[in-house]
């Protein structure tokens, strides 16, 4: 029965977030038709991380998950979605309205993918760490699944919204029949106080700075690869061809990702979640800085960094979250795993809107290459953290004890 389960809520979660980077893999197709500067450009996708800060806010305070049958949530929630995200064929490209269809869509995914790790979690007390790490996997797949479907859409941009809305109403009807785990309870409702808590807590303090800076490049990442690599491609490749390599360099390096989450999971629990963050932030970090250096050279040495760059980029995100699990007193864990992740989706709104403009003023090469302060930034953290947990006597103290 656990087998059945998470396997129908794994294909279900892939499904549903196939609806995050809409946007940004049909954002060349839509240029097309309409003049968009760069502000708008990068509010069609930071709008859906700001949506998503909202609606998790929201679904935390009023406890949806808890005082509902949460694959009654999801099921709403990704249908739901589905149906706002369709309006994207009806409104004006690049408008507000547009914009504001990917903000509700983004609201209502909050109810996707925490509420599927919820369910994820009450299947096992042993090995969360590696079934948080298939949701994630399963996120990391379903996002990258926009830039296939645009890959062989032929520039028909329509029907890639439609496609990615009728995945996202499936995945809904089929996490109606996901089972709910022996270990399923209610998670904590968010506590204000737990903002004191991030703040005192050293573990846990470390745990929210190693995630900002692997929130600081990840969905800048995922976002702009497409165009960067698109761009990069263009300087000798013919426009139309380095667009469509482009979208397959997206969906390789975000699909890719999706797959190394898993084995980060098994990994961190056996050697070490601070150890394996590390690792991973340290090839991330030198995967932004060679393919800026690579930019407007061979495409296939772009395209490798840039798939090597997409498997580093994530296997760290379930490492952070259980930490702050780990270091967090067990009455307030919900509502700290709640502010870490608005926390950092907050923090996504403006690397992403940023990005394209850091583009026009510096270039490429200079603005990718920024992205790389955010893992760095992210390793002395996991670091200072692992010194903290070889002594216990710090250990105790940061973790209240």
């Given at each position: ?285 030198a995967s932004a800085l060679l393919v800026a250096w690579s930019f407007g050279g061979p495409p296939w040495l772009t395209f490798t960094l840039a798939i090597i760059w997409g ?91």
């Open positions: 029965m656990k087998f059945r389960s998470i396997s129908l809520l794994v294909i279900a979660e892939l499904a549903a977030m196939s609806l995050w980077f809409v946007s940004a893999a049909i954002l060349p197709d839509m240029l097309r038709e309409a003049d968009m500067g760069a502000g708008r450009q990068a509010a069609l996708s930071s709008a859906v991380q700001a949506g998503f800060v909202v609606g998790a806010l929201v679904s935390a305070i009023f406890g949806f998950a808890d005082r509902h049958d949460p694959r009654h949530v999801f099921a709403i929630t990704a249908i739901g979605a589905a149906a706002v995200n369709a309006l994207l064929i009806v409104v004006p490209p690049g408008s507000i309205a547009a914009i504001a269809v990917r903000f509700a869509t983004g609201a209502l995914l909050a109810g996707v993918y925490p509420v599927g790790m919820k369910i994820a979690v009450g299947w096992s007390a042993r090995d969360r760490a590696f079934l948080v790490g298939l949701l994630v996997g399963a996120l990391t797949l379903g996002s990258a699944s926009p830039f296939l479907m645009a890959f062989f859409g032929g520039g028909d941009w329509r029907a890639i919204v439609v496609w990615a809305s009728l995945a996202s109403a499936f995945a809904g009807l089929l996490c109606l029949f996901v089972r709910l785990g022996p270990y399923h309870q209610a998670a904590a409702a968010f506590d204000p106080r737990a903002i004191l808590i991030a703040w005192t807590n050293r573990r846990v303090r470390l745990a929210y700075l190693g995630y900002l800076g692997h929130m600081w490049e990840l969905y800048a990442m995922w976002a702009w690869i497409a165009a960067a690599a698109s761009a990069s491609y263009a300087v000798s490749m013919a426009e139309p061809e380095a667009t469509e390599l482009g979208k397959f360099t997206a969906f390789c390096a975000i699909g890719l990702g999706g797959f190394a989450c898993v084995a980060a999971g098994v990994i961190g629990d056996r050697w070490g979640k601070a150890e394996m963050a590390a690792a991973a932030m340290a090839v991330s970090a498997l580093s980029v994530v296997p760290d995100s379930a490492q952070f979250s259980a930490l702050v699990a780990d270091a967090s007193p067990p009455e307030v864990s919900g509502s700290l795993l709640t502010l870490q992740t608005a926390l950092g989706f907050g923090l996504t709104i403006a690397t992403v809107q940023l990005f394209p403009f850091g583009v026009e003023a510096f270039g490429w090469p200079v603005t990718l290459s920024v992205l790389a302060a955010g893992p760095l930034y992210g390793i002395w953290a996991m670091l200072k953290l692992r010194a903290l947990e070889n002594r216990p006597e710090d250990a105790a103290i940061a973790s209240g004890k």
